[in-house]
């Protein structure tokens, strides 16, 4: 949920931009909650994503092997289990909490002010419960459920190729994926304007069609990836490394 969010329909003040209202100035506690979720919506919670989609699934398009290899990458960082910790689960859980919380505490304003911008920020927050959702339940099966991959990285891409096996969960990780991709993309646009980063009007429209072409990259590399997984023969999940090079593909077998 990269963005800081407003609450009820705000007046257009300097440096806003019509629908979306300025980071707010606050105090105390609030001022400082408001601004740990603002950035926690950039570094580390959208690094993850960016990492994650554009990384680490993309190398499913190039094959099992390739993604094993990036698991196995992964899951060999020293104290793997403390960077998840206090790099991904932690700060993904602050900020989708806090952003249910402003969510609650704040008033849509879609219908007496139609604006672009409101219906745009009103996405955010939607996807931004859908991304939430969507990401406990992926981090929760693919690292907590069945074979452990951090020991058999070889598993991985079977792993998924199951997960997305029944329809209505692809169609979960369509929507998941898609929601996910529109909120980090947007919530980098409401993050550099709300906080000075591109000022003036043209500035921040043409940084939101970058934003949005961002948007359209991470969707379109990773349904690619969901693509992959479902076209690929299904792959067959064992316990241990070398039981999985046994039916990786002779040509996908990293060389020794």
Known sequence: MAS?????????????????????????????????????????????????????????????????????????????????????????????????YIWYRG???????????????????????IAFIYIIW????MRFTGIDLHANPYASFGKVQVEIYHPAL???????LIAASWHFAYGIWLFCAKWGIVSGEIARKRFLALCIAFFFLLSGVGLWSLATFRSQPLQTIE?????MLRHAPAQERPVR
């Open 107 to 129: 008033e849509g304003n879609t219908i007496s002010y139609p604006w672009t911008g409101n219906w745009m920020y009103t996405a955010q927050r939607w996807t931004g419960g």
């Open 138 to 141: 992926h981090t929760y099966t």
């Open 4 to 100: 800081a969010a407003g609450s009820t329909a705000p007046p257009i003040a300097r440096g806003a931009i019509q629908g979306v209202a300025p980071l707010r100035a606050g105090q105390g506690v609030s001022f400082i909650l408001r601004r740990l979720h603002s950035l926690t919506g950039i570094i580390p919670v959208g690094a993850f994503l960016f990492e994650h989609i554009l990384i680490s699934n993309a190398t499913a398009i190039s094959g099992s092997a390739a993604y094993a290899k990036q698991v196995a990458f992964l899951g060999g960082l020293p104290l793997v289990f403390f960077l998840e910790l206090f790099g991904i689960w932690l700060p993904i859980a602050f900020h989708g909490l806090y952003g249910f």
């Open 170 to 176: 692809l169609l979960f990780y369509v929507v998941g």
């Open 239 to 243: 316990p241990g490394t070398a039981a």
